[in-house]
């Protein structure tokens, strides 16, 4: 079992930053591929960025690519998410999510392939 919690989010003009952090309980968080995704009203959830258990290995997706960088420390059991360069279509809930990994350079971008979900935290970018 692994749970998660959300931090970090808030209310930012836009060409602001943020920085996300997800705490994660349980021994073998360096066993997950973590992953953002982002739910905004009326939309689907969305991915935003993955990283592999180790941290070697990341993918974005194309609307955050160059503002947005995941990374992770599993000494302190946390990812993190750094937004750069907010604007208002990135406002949302933001999800943290886990996915138990078959090798350390695995990562993942589909919901489905993530078991434990955060609650979330609200992003909220203004023009």
């Known amino acids: 079992q692994v749970q998660l919690v959300e931090s970090g989010g808030g209310l930012v003009q836009a060409g602001g930053s943020l920085r996300l952090s997800c705490a994660a309980s349980?021994?073998?968080?360096?066993?997950?591929?973590m992953g953002w995704f982002r739910q905004a009203p009326g939309k689907e959830r969305e991915f935003v960025a993955t990283?592999?258990?180790?941290?070697?290995?990341?993918y974005y997706a194309d609307s955050v690519k160059g503002r947005f960088t995941i990374s992770r420390d599993n000494a302190k059991n946390t990812v993190y998410l750094q937004m750069n360069s907010l604007k208002p279509e990135d406002t949302a809930i933001y999800y943290c999510?886990?996915?138990?990994?078959?090798?350390?350079?695995?990562?993942?971008?589909?919901?489905?392939?993530?078991?434990?979900w955060g609650q979330g935290t609200q992003v909220t970018v203004s023009s």
């Open positions: 999510a886990a996915a138990l990994a078959y090798s350390s350079g695995n990562y993942y971008y589909r919901a489905f392939e993530y078991a434990y």
């Open positions: 349980g021994r073998t968080f360096s066993s997950y591929a």
């Open positions: 990283i592999s258990w180790r941290g070697a290995n990341t």
